[in-house]
């Protein structure tokens, strides 16, 4: 069992930064694969990023590449989300997610675990 509580969203203008943190509760984070997932209004949730169990490998969403980075401290159990030069379409309910295994995915299908969300609104 894997928990997650995600922190950090706010409102910011365009060209800013965020940071999103999510916590992990559970002896498994360590070994878990874990990523982002956002959801904005009147659309499906999409892929962010994401990154395995140790760190080692990261993907990203086409739409984030360059400007997203994904981190993660197994020692702390918290996961990062580096936000830079934000765009109005960065405007979303960010997720933190887990799986049961450790190597990564896109699917949000695939992860068994979700944080409630925390909101991002860039202004333009």
């Known amino acids: 069992q894997v928990q997650l509580v995600e922190s950090g969203g706010g409102l910011v203008q365009a060209g800013e930064l965020l940071r999103l943190s999510c916590a992990a509760s559970?002896?498994?984070?360590?070994?878990?694969?874990v990523g982002w997932f956002r959801q904005a209004p009147g659309k499906e949730r999409e892929f962010v990023a994401s990154i395995s169990y140790s760190g080692g490998y990261a993907y990203y969403a086409d739409s984030v590449k360059g400007r997203f980075g994904i981190s993660r401290d197994n020692a702390k159990n918290m996961l990062y989300l580096q936000m830079n030069s934000l765009k109005p379409e960065d405007t979303a309910v960010y997720y933190c997610a887990a799986r049961s295994t450790r190597y990564t995915s896109s699917a949000s299908s695939t992860y068994d675990y979700w944080g409630q969300g925390t909101q991002v609104t860039v202004s333009s």
């Open positions: 559970g002896r498994a984070f360590s070994m878990s694969a």
